[in-house]
């Protein structure tokens, strides 16, 4: 089996340029995410429900959304649960959802994904921030 790329550095390009259309501030939020990326998929998944409503927790859950799609793509499905952020009992029911579909093996792959995916996010954004 070949090492696929899955386009992640075009899907980070797309993404990033979507933000800094829609609000460039949004942009500093790829170190954030990268950071975020350490503490898992349901602490990652949760932070745009945090900004929910605003540019900055659109540009979260595009990529969340993305990671979903590329995971797809590898035959490895991540829950992704429509969810508002005042929704207590819809929040709970997704976090257990990523605590108990995915297994052990599949969550470090879509971590590994998640990883790379932001640091292609870091990297655009670099070079599209004004300085």
Known sequence: MAWKTYDLD???QKLVLD??????????QAF????????????FWG???R????????YWKETWEQLVAVMA???VKIPNDPVKAEDAKAIR????????EVDIQDQRVAM????????CLVWWTQRYKKK
Do not use: F, N
Not at 52 to 58: D, F, I, M, S, Y
Not at 112 to 119: E, G, I, N, S
């Open 10 to 12: 075009r899907i980070a």
């Open 19 to 28: 933000a800094k259309e829609r609000d460039k501030d949004s942009l500093g």
């Open 32 to 43: 954030k995410m990268r950071v975020a990326v350490a503490y898992g998929l349901e602490r």
């Open 47 to 49: 932070e745009h429900l």
């Open 51 to 58: 900004l929910q409503g605003t540019p900055k927790g659109a």
């Open 73 to 75: 793509k590898a035959g």
């Open 93 to 100: 029911a997704m976090a257990e959802r990523l605590w108990k």
């Open 112 to 119: 590994a994904v998640l990883t790379q995916l932001c640091d």
